[in-house]
T-cell receptor
Framework: AQSVAQPEDQVNVAEGNPLTVKCTYS??????LFWYVQYPNRGLQFLLK??????LVKGSYGFEAEFNKSQTSFHLKKPSALVSDSALYFC????????????FGKGTKLSVKP | EPEVTQTPSHQVTQMGQEVILRCVPI?????FYWYRQILGQKVEFLVS????????KSEIFDDQFSVERPDGSNFTLKIRSTKLEDSAMYFC?????????????FGPGTRLTVT
């Protein structure tokens, strides 16, 4: 069965420092991986995706993610965190055999302090 | 920038009542989805819809649920007889295509409270 794990409920980072939000996945076929961000009282906003090709994917707001097939991971990264990056981050996967539904992780709350 | 909209933002209903949650997907998108998020839990897939029919549904999407695209713009989720456990945030999403590489764009959600 497909699954996504986000092992950290919360990540705390000082502004200006690099941040990493972790995600590991399990699928039966080739994975299609996504990161979404949710600000308070807002819907899920698409950040970036990995479908194929370069393992380092760049997305919105300076975020990037690294796909690692051997470790079945897709960690979200940013070189220099901003206070405005504080939000809830969701990793999601779609199996190549699915009709389109996304399987989400439980979310990681990112808190960036000045 | 086009976005998915949902109404109402918050719906309170009594157990056993019918509710209809409404969504306006992005205009050139062809695939539509409903997800829900019970407080403190994961976002869960409910149903996907294409070409006026359901293309996939989860175990959660039982006979109490139905979806419809009544006109060219709206996409609705109906819960026929609400239960307390239906209380959740319901998200509508749409995508240009259903193939796996296309990202889905989500609306702001409708918070459903069943009392």
């Amino acid at each position: 069965a497909q699954s996504v794990a986000q092992p950290e409920d919360q990540v705390n980072v000082a502004e200006g420092n690099p941040l990493t939000v972790k995600c590991t996945y399990s699928v039966s076929g080739n994975p299609y991986l996504f990161w979404y961000v949710q600000y308070p009282n807002r819907g899920l906003q698409f950040l970036l995706k990995y479908i194929t090709g370069d393992n380092l994917v760049k997305g919105s707001y300076g975020f990037e993610a690294e796909f690692n097939k051997s470790q079945t991971s897709f960690h979200l990264k940013k070189p220099s965190a901003l206070v405005s990056d504080s939000a809830l981050y969701f990793c999601a996967v779609r199996d190549e055999g699915s009709q389109g539904n996304l399987i989400f992780g439980k979310g990681t709350k990112l808190s960036v302090k000045p | 920038e086009p976005e998915v909209t949902q109404t109402p933002s918050h719906q309170v209903t009594q157990m056993g009542q019918e509710v209809i949650l409404r969504c306006v997907p992005i205009s050139n998108h062809l695939y539509f989805y409903w997800y829900r998020q019970i407080l403190g839990q994961k976002v869960e897939f409910l149903v996907s819809f294409y070409n006026n029919e359901i293309s996939e549904k989860s175990e959660i999407f039982d006979d109490q649920f139905s979806v419809e695209r009544p006109d060219g713009s709206n996409f609705t989720l109906k819960i026929r007889s609400t239960k307390l456990e239906d209380s959740a945030m319901y998200f509508c999403a749409s995508s240009e295509a259903g193939v796996r590489g296309y990202e889905q764009y989500f609306g702001p959600g409708t918070r459903l409270t069943v009392t």
